[in-house]
């Protein structure tokens, strides 16, 4: 199975990518993840709706056909450690890639949120961009890490 985070914004600071860097070479060959990053639509005179479009063209072309998606929303069901392991095992069971998409500044486009397969929530704070993409995948390892009954999770 493969994860692929898809995360609205190129640039991030030097150490979110270092961080991003030292938890994706810690999955096995089993589990493997990638992020896509998309480019940003420059906000300029353009209204809202035209940048979430433009915004979801890029981020449907980045996800690959068959794959399940998973967008992390404010609005989305809170998740636990506990509960996004057994999300992680559910999905593993399911034998679909999954698509985990994380929007840009203004969010995600209303029917692109909607007619994702789930919505989930990391946090009720407001987090930047970089720290999501770090607090993803350390929580994806950190549920790995319970599944796999590896020491990483402790309670």
Known sequence: MKLWIVAVGQR???WAQSAWDDYAKRFTPEL??????????PRGSKTLDTLLAAERERIEAAIPKGTRIVVLDERGSPVSTKA???????????G???A????????LEPGFRQAAHERIRLSDLTLPHAMVRVLLIEQLY????VNAGHPYHRE
Request: aromatic share 6%.
């Open 12 to 14: 991030v600071p030097d």
């Open 32 to 41: 493997k993840v990638e992020l896509k990053a998309v480019k940003t639509e």
């Open 84 to 94: 996004l392991a057994q999300r992680l095992t559910d999905w593993q069971l399911g």
């Open 96 to 98: 679909d890639d999954i």
């Open 100 to 107: 985990l998409i994380i929007g840009g500044p203004d969010g």
């Open 142 to 145: 950190r549920a790995w890490s």
